[in-house]
């Protein structure tokens, strides 16, 4: 799931029974999950397809996802709780490969329909493949069960260090913050960057309880050399001036590194520097139970700052 984006969940009372099928269980009888309605539509942006897909109360949108198309390769496959709307776009187009950049649940929701109703290859890095075979293995809170569901099984191939879609050569990036096994795309005649979940916005408040602070920071410091100009992100779409505003997060990121650090040798506490600099939790922290909070970033600064210094 995408990193410092807003999720519901938490008081969501749920009665899932499992899929006979598939890996994933229906929400039956929840009378939340019932009232949310599926979102899917699609843009062109030049050469690349953009598809963005969630789950939505009225016009609030809970959270979005985005795919890229490049060529007849698709980039992520979202979530599957718009399967329906997913497939019947789908057979308007030829896809041939698949490539998750990560194994979260909402980026390889529809990979299991890809592969066997349209015979697409799977890639991924080598480490997320395990999970595509054994989605279970995710174990997924309440907020995500809602919001995305369980990914059906599928089986992926090992990504190498670069991938040609046929008329654009993607470069694969290692790049480790949000999980260790998630991957950026780079397209350097073209100026592209593919981040996945990695870069999300300019600013930085929430983190996820598995991601780790300074290795984002050092993946984005990584990114920051390449000569591009659009992200395509899987939580924002497409962003323009892609690489002012990936140096403009490194900057965020850095000042809160600093003044943590500044905060901690004064003596302050974990919790008393969260709430001088980032404020109180709002209901992020709530709705995913602790999943997504502000205290994981300053505990995740400080992990950092205190393993580096022994």
Known sequence: MGPRGSH??????????????GAGPQDAGEPFSKALETMFNAKQHGPVTVFKMGRHVGKTVLYSVHAFLVDETLIDSGTNRVQQAFSTEMEKRKIATLINTHHHED?????RLLQECFGVTIMAHPSALRYLIKPTELNLRRYQ???????????????????????FALDVIPSPGHCPDHICLYEASEGWLFTGD???GRGFKYLRAD??????LATLHQLANLDFDTIFCSLLGVVDH???????KIEVMEALKTHTLELHRQGLSPRVIR?????????????????YAKQNTIDSILKGILSTSL
């Open 275 to 291: 709430k001088r600099l980032l404020g109180n939790e709002g209901a992020m922290r709530l709705v995913t139970g602790g999943h």
């Open 211 to 216: 991601e780790d602070y300074p290795t984002i």
């Open 107 to 111: 980026h390889i929701g529809n990979n």
């Open 145 to 167: 069960r809602i919001l995305w569901g369980w990914p059906d099984p599928s089986i992926g191939k090992p990504i190498g260090p670069s991938f040609h879609t046929g008329n």
């Open 8 to 21: 519901s969940a938490g008081p969501f009372q749920t009665g899932f029974v499992r899929d006979p099928v």
């Open 198 to 200: 990695l870069f999300c």
């Open 242 to 248: 892609g690489k002012a505003a990936l140096r403009r």
